[in-house]
C-alpha cells in the first residue's frame, strides 16, 4: 500500500493525509480510486457519485424552491389573515361600543315603559274605582227617583180621585159638604174629607207629607198637624181648588223628577263611556 501511495504520489495524486484536509478533496481522491478499480465499465464511479451528487444537489435545490414557495405562501397567507384579523377585531371592538349603546337605550326605554305602565295602571285603578263610585251613586239616584217618582204618581191620582169626588159631593149638596166648607183650615178641611170617606187617614197622611216636603225649608211658622194652612188661605177657603193647587205641583214635580233623572242618566252614561274608554286605552 505504501508502494501504491508512492506510485500514486509520482503520478501527481493527492496523498491520504492531503486528500482528508477537504471534503472536496475527498470526493475527489475517492473518485480517482472508483476510476482506476472500475476502468472497464462505461460509465465510471467517479461519474456515477458526481452524478448522484449532482442529483441530490438539484434535488435539495428543488426542495428548497419548493419550501421557499411554501414558506411565502404560508406567510403571504398569515399577513393576510393578520389583516383581517385585526378588521374582524376592529369590526368586533366597534358592533360592541354599538350594541352597549343599544343596550343602554333599550335599558332607558324599558325604564321608561315601566314607568308609563305604573302610571298607566295607577290611571286604569283610579277610572275604575271612579267608574264604580259613579255607578253607585248612579244607583242611589235611580233608587230614590224610583221611590220618589212613585209617591208623586200616588199623590197626584190620589189628589185627582179627590177633586172628582168633592166636586160630585158638592154637586149634589148636604150637611157633610157644609162641614168641608166650613173648615178653618187644610188641616180641618183634611179630616172632614176623612170623617166623610172622601179619603183615608192613609191618604191624608201621605198628603200631609207631600205639602210638607213642597214648602220651603224656611217656614217655620206652620204649626203641627196643619203644614198647609196658608196654602188653604191662599185659596179663599176653597178646599178643591187647594187640592187642584196640589195636584198641579205634584204633577210639576213629577215632570222635574223625570226631568233630573233622565239628565242624570245621561250624564252618567257619558261619564261611564268616557271611563271606559280610558280604561280601554290604557289596557291596549
Avoid at 470526493?27 to 442529483?55: N, T
Avoid at 255607578?135 to 217618582?149: C, G, P, Q, S
Avoid at 242624570?264 to 289596557?283: G, M, P, R, V
Wanted: proline share 2%; hydrophobic share 40%.
Amino acid at each position: 500500500r505504501s508502494s501504491l501511495l508512492s506510485h500514486e504520489s509520482s503520478r501527481g495524486l493527492p496523498s491520504e493525509a492531503t486528500a482528508m484536509k477537504s471534503p472536496a478533496a475527498c470526493i475527489a481522491f475517492g473518485a480517482a480510486l472508483l476510476a482506476r478499480s472500475a476502468s472497464a465499465s462505461e460509465v465510471s464511479p467517479i461519474e456515477k457519485v458526481v452524478q448522484m451528487i449532482s442529483d441530490f444537489q438539484a434535488k435539495i435545490i428543488k426542495e428548497g424552491e419548493e419550501a421557499h414557495k411554501l414558506y411565502a405562501e404560508f406567510s403571504e397567507w398569515c399577513e393576510d389573515r393578520n389583516r383581517d384579523l385585526a378588521h374582524e377585531i376592529k369590526n368586533g371592538k366597534a358592533e360592541v361600543a354599538s350594541l352597549k349603546a343599544v343596550i343602554a337605550e333599550e335599558e332607558a326605554t324599558s325604564a321608561s315603559l315601566n314607568a308609563k305602565i305604573d302610571e298607566l295602571a295607577a290611571s286604569i285603578a283610579t277610572d275604575e274605582a271612579d267608574l264604580k263610585a259613579a255607578t253607585e251613586i248612579r244607583d242611589k239616584e235611580h233608587a230614590d227617583f224610583v221611590a220618589e217618582e212613585a209617591e208623586l204618581v200616588e199623590t197626584a191620582d190620589m189628589l185627582s180621585r179627590a177633586v172628582g169626588i168633592l166636586e160630585r159631593e158638592m154637586a149634589k149638596g148636604g150637611a157633610s159638604m157644609l162641614q168641608l166648607k166650613n173648615a178653618a183650615s187644610l188641616s180641618q178641611a183634611l179630616r172632614a174629607m176623612v170623617d166623610i170617606s172622601v179619603m183615608s187617614s192613609s191618604d191624608v197622611s201621605k198628603l200631609q207629607a207631600f205639602i210638607q216636603s213642597s214648602q220651603s225649608a224656611g217656614d217655620e211658622d206652620s204649626e203641627p198637624g196643619a203644614p198647609a194652612a196658608a196654602v188653604y188661605e191662599g185659596h179663599s177657603g176653597d178646599i178643591v181648588d187647594t187640592l187642584k193647587g196640589l195636584h198641579e205641583q205634584a204633577e210639576e214635580q213629577l215632570d222635574e223628577a223625570r226631568k233630573t233623572e233622565t239628565k242624570n242618566l245621561h250624564t252618567f252614561q257619558q261619564l261611564k263611556q268616557s271611563l271606559e274608554d280610558e280604561i280601554k286605552f290604557a289596557n291596549e
